[in-house]
Nanobody
Framework: QVQLAESGGGLVQPGDSLTLSCTSSGRTTSAYTMAWFRQAPGKEREFVASISASGATTYHPDSSVKGRFTISRGHAENTVELRMSSLNPDDTAVYYC???????????????????WGQGTQVTVSS
């Protein structure tokens, strides 16, 4: 049984940085595609970033995320991190960690391609 647990969310001010962590139990993260999605109130779940078993990273093509967010394998075993900088109110959402198998590049942004999901961690950006 795979369980994913996110941590690191909270209330921050515009311009602040925040690092989210996702820990997987039951299956090593390094052998699978790991991703972060987010969902704001009243909106669909949105792809943020992914990292494959090879370490290749993919980001949402929208410039609002690219360059500010970085996905990486954590120092701790079976963890994946999402480092976020220059946060703004539009980044406010519940952030979810997801784990899937080998995914083609065109599939990495599709929530339905991922097998396991965490419960999510709330990130609120407000002054």
């Amino acid at each position: 049984q795979v369980q994913l647990a996110e941590s690191g969310g909270g209330l921050v001010q515009p311009g602040d940085s925040l690092t989210l962590s996702c820990t997987s139990s039951g299956r090593t993260t390094s052998a699978y595609t790991m991703a972060w999605f987010r969902q704001a109130p009243g909106k669909e779940r949105e792809f943020v970033a992914s990292i494959s078993a090879s370490g290749a990273t993919t980001y949402h093509p929208d410039s609002s995320v690219k360059g500010r967010f970085t996905i990486s394998r954590g120092h701790a075993e079976n963890t994946v991190e999402l480092r976020m900088s220059s946060l703004n109110p539009d980044d406010t959402a519940v952030y979810y960690c997801a784990q899937g198998g080998f995914l083609a590049t065109s599939s990495k942004s599709m929530p339905q391609k991922y097998d396991y999901w965490g419960q999510g961690t709330q990130v609120t950006v407000s002054s």
